[in-house]
Structure formats: structure tokens, C-alpha cells
């Protein structure tokens, strides 16, 4: 099975990314857009969850719903160096159902006041032509401020031969992935009966947010694409990423092996593990490491020299 197979076409989107950023320029990031607004430096970004809300909703997950839209969208800023200022969301539904609805909202406050982030206002929209009945759907939008030393996002352009990735492990397959993984449900190629699968499917996204310190140059968040298309979004041109995988989940076999799907389709649809990669400097990777410990961190791999057009070697 490919992601093609169930509807979501990667290559598409990316061909997409690439025609916008010939319309608008330079003024869409890699992970987030910038803003000079007053002295400071504003990041933003826009995402929602996507169909692991299904799963959310079917079985009264709505703590990890929120947790998983403030990190969708938190996490690519942090990808550039900022902390969160504020936030919106939109919940668009076929009709507004209050079981459902309440305990999102009040999970979203809990999750955003744990980041010290604002949530300002949003939309919530019945459309029971645009939405089957008991569909929801959410997306966020989140700004804020930059906070690297030298007001400067962190990105490729930071890199040097010999820096060192750290990775931080995922919860889980995290916000993608999950039109493969509710086809292998429906379809009874995976047991919702099967407690540790239900468990890791359903986990929350892990909310990367950090102070932004010397050395790290650039960071990766694992979403759309996997590993083999966000890790060469953050290293510069003749240069190689050598980067070790280190230990795959087990959620991610059983997913592999319930829908035959190839290696190369795990690493281009799900994290495998890694939710978030830095790039930082190899004189202060203890220090950093240090100061990453919450989220576990793993020294993973280096960056390399490379002439060819090879920006990745996964081990």
C-alpha cells in the first residue's frame, strides 16, 4: 500500500508548495512565516490535524484533539526559533455537538495556558452542505516571536559541515499518516481491540516548545513527508545528512505489516519515531542535549559534505 493509494498524493503537494512560492516569493518559510512588526520578529504558521481526528471523535479522545492542533502548529515555529504568542482555531462541522465540542475547548485552553499562549478568539462554523453529518473538522493558527539571539530564524543557511542532529522521539505517529491508518481500521487490517496499538495511535503530539539557545542552528518537525522530506529542508546544498534512525516503534511495524507497505513509503508518510530534529553545533551538544532532556533527546547523526545531489542517508 502507498499513500496514493488512499487518496493523499505527497508529490502533488509538494509541486503545489512550489507554484506558491513563485506567486507570493520569499515571504513563505520553511516551517513559518515572518513578519518585522515593531522591532520584533513574527513567526507564523497554519495547520490542522487531519484524519486522526476521526479516530479522536470516534473514541472521545478530544484532550488529545487539542493537544494535537496546538502542536501542529507551535511546533513548526519552533522550527524557526519562536515561542508562541497567541493562537485561533476553526472548527468547522456538519452540526454542532456539544459532548464533543466542550471537552475540546477546555483540553485547547489547558494545553495553550501550559505554553503561556493566548488564545484569542476563533471560528466555529455549521455547514451541514460542506460537512457529512458527524463530521468535524479543526485547524489552528498560531504567532509568534522570535527569540534567537541574533533575530535571525534558525534554517539551513545556520548549518555547517560537521554539525551534529539531535532527535527527539515521538509519542507515536503523531498527525500523520492516519488516511492509511484508518483504511488498515476499516478495513479490520488492524485491531482496535489491540490496547497498545490504540494507545500509541491516539497519543497526543508531543509539544517541542523550547528556548531557542546558542548552537542550535536548525530544526526539523516530522510531520507531511516524514523523514525523507523534511530532514533535507533544513541542511544546505552540497551537503549530506547522515542520519541514524535508531530505534522504530513498534505501532509503525504493525502498521507497516498490516498494509505491506514498503520502507521507502514509512519514511516519506510517518516519523518512525523521531518527532523533532535539531541541527546544532558539535562544540555544544552536551549542553544542549542537557537542556533537551525532558523530551529525551539521542545524538543521531552529521552533517556531511556531499557535491552529488544525495542530501539525506537514513541508517
Do not use: W
Not at 491508518?181 to 516548545?209: E, F, R
Amino acid at each position: 500500500m502507498k499513500y496514493k493509494d488512499v487518496g493523499v498524493d505527497i508529490d502533488r503537494s509538494s509541486i503545489l508548495e512550489k507554484k506558491l512560492r513563485k506567486t507570493f516569493g520569499n515571504v513563505i518559510g520553511s516551517f513559518g512565516g515572518t513578519f518585522e512588526f515593531n522591532g520584533s520578529t513574527l513567526v507564523s504558521s497554519t495547520d490542522g490535524i487531519g484524519s486522526k481526528l476521526n479516530l479522536e471523535v470516534k473514541y472521545m479522545k478530544m484532550n488529545a484533539a487539542a493537544q494535537d492542533l496546538v502542536a501542529m502548529n507551535v511546533n513548526d515555529i519552533s522550527c524557526m526559533g519562536a515561542k508562541p504568542l497567541f493562537f485561533l482555531d476553526y472548527v468547522g462541522c456538519h452540526k454542532i455537538n456539544d459532548l464533543v465540542l466542550e471537552p475540546f475547548f477546555k483540553s485547547l485552553k489547558i494545553t495553550l495556558d501550559s505554553l503561556d499562549c493566548k488564545l484569542l478568539g476563533g471560528e466555529t462554523a455549521e455547514m451541514p452542505l460542506v460537512y457529512p453529518e458527524g463530521m468535524l473538522d479543526l485547524a489552528g493558527f498560531v504567532v509568534g516571536e522570535l527569540k534567537t539571539s541574533d533575530r535571525k530564524p534558525l534554517g539551513p543557511e545556520k548549518v555547517k559541515v560537521g554539525d551534529v542532529a539531535i532527535a527527539l522521539p515521538s509519542s507515536g505517529p503523531h498527525s500523520n499518516g492516519y488516511t492509511i491508518v484508518n483504511k488498515l481500521l476499516n478495513d479490520g487490517l488492524l485491531d482496535d481491540s489491540d490496547t497498545p496499538l490504540m494507545n500509541a495511535l491516539l497519543a497526543p503530539t508531543i509539544l517541542y516548545v523550547f528556548d531557542p539557545t546558542d548552537g542550535i542552528h536548525a530544526c526539523a518537525h516530522i510531520t507531511g513527508g516524514g523523514l525523507i522530506e523534511n530532514l533535507p529542508r533544513i541542511i544546505p546544498e552540497k551537503t549530506k545528512l547522515d542520519f541514524e534512525m535508531g530505534n522504530v516503534p513498534e505501532v509503525f511495524r504493525k502498521i507497516q505489516k498490516a498494509g505491506n507497505i514498503s520502507d521507502d513509503e514509512m519514511l516519506r508518510t510517518f516519523n518512525m519515531g523521531t518527532g523533532f530534529v535539531l541541527i546544532v553545533d558539535p562544540k555544544k551538544v552536551n549542553n544542549i542535549a542537557n537542556e533537551l532532556r525532558d523530551f529525551n533527546p539521542r545524538v543521531a547523526g552529521k552533517v556531511c559534505e556531499d557535491e552529488t545531489d544525495r542530501r539525506l542517508r537514513i541508517r
